[in-house]
């Protein structure tokens, strides 16, 4: 049996319990003590629950959750998942009952299979009381509104930094192969979303609009746009409002963080919450030169 704690990217916390076997009431009252144990935890009390001193973990849930939620939110709302060969319908009784009592309840089981000497495993859903949308879905179908972004520039060169400015482009690196995590980033912006560009150790260092969603492209190798030789090769038009002349004249992750209260971005791409990147974004203006 393994139990893990977790926080999703909504800031709720997620129980999961994995059972090698079959799930049954008597063995899944572990995850029920962990839902007692840390239930009266919210926000930032949940965070100290395991660092009190540790100021890098609450900067680094800060940035996971990004604009989704803020720190206070954490813990606000939790679900438990367990993963077992199968189930006993004992644990679906509890899974009712936890159900009318605000706790999302997911039993997903699995099965390992063997096809030409390879091994596999499928999943299915046994049984899922899930009240409310956790995690909601952003279909192909569905139009979002612009929103905004953290967009890490991949590499804290003034060089760089400089190309990109000048090309009016962002770019993302992954595999810099078609339809890997790079293309995914880039092409899911929309007309309108604003973009906060961030290097890293130097903090905020401009920002922009996406205007030209479909200016989506792969660089070709050996174009003048293969600034990294191969990496990087993913890019986006981007229509420069105000950038910082020089990457040293950014503004710190820290100093963002105390007077924004905008985490760092820890991956390429992060939402903003959008009343507190507009302050961001007034600043950015006032300080860098309009482009």
């Known amino acids: ?162 190309y990109l400015v000048n090309s009016k482009q962002i770019p993302a690196c992954f595999d810099s192969m078609p339809g890997d995590q790079g293309e995914k980033i880039l092409t899911s912006y929309i007309s309108g979303d604003v973009i906060v560009a961030y290097a890293k150790g130097y903090g905020a260092i401009g920002w922009g609009v996406i205007d030209k969603p479909d200016s989506y492209h792969l660089a070709k190798d050996g174009s003048s746009e293969d600034y990294w030789k191969g990496d990087c090769m993913h890019r986006l038009s981007i229509n420069w409002k105000a950038v910082a002349k020089n990457l040293s004249d950014g503004i710190k992750p820290g100093k963002v963080r105390e007077k924004f209260d905008i985490y760092h971005p820890i991956s390429t791409s992060v939402s903003i919450d959008s009343f507190k990147a507009k302050n961001l974004i007034e600043n950015l203006s006032q300080k860098y030169k309009k482009v």
């Open 1 to 162: 049996m393994k139990l893990q704690l977790a926080i999703d990217r909504y800031g709720n916390s997620v129980i999961i319990e994995l059972k090698r076997d079959r799930g049954f009431l008597g063995v899944e009252t572990q995850a029920l003590q962990y839902l007692a144990d840390f239930s009266a935890f919210k926000g930032k009390d949940f965070i100290d629950r395991f660092s009190k001193s540790n100021k890098q973990l609450e900067q680094e849930v800060g940035s996971f959750i990004g604009g989704n939620a803020s720190i206070k939110d954490i813990n606000k709302t939790s679900r438990v998942i367990l993963l077992a060969r199968e189930f006993d319908p004992t644990i679906y009784s509890m899974g009712e009952w936890l159900s009318n009592n605000g706790v999302a309840f997911r039993c997903i089981q699995y099965e390992p299979t063997e096809i030409d000497n390879k091994k596999f495993i499928s999943f299915s859903i046994a049984f899922d009381r899930s009240n409310d949308i956790l995690n909601p879905l952003a279909l192909g179908g569905i139009t979002r509104e612009p929103g905004y972004y953290w967009h890490n520039i991949a590499s804290a060169d003034q060089n760089w930094w400089e």
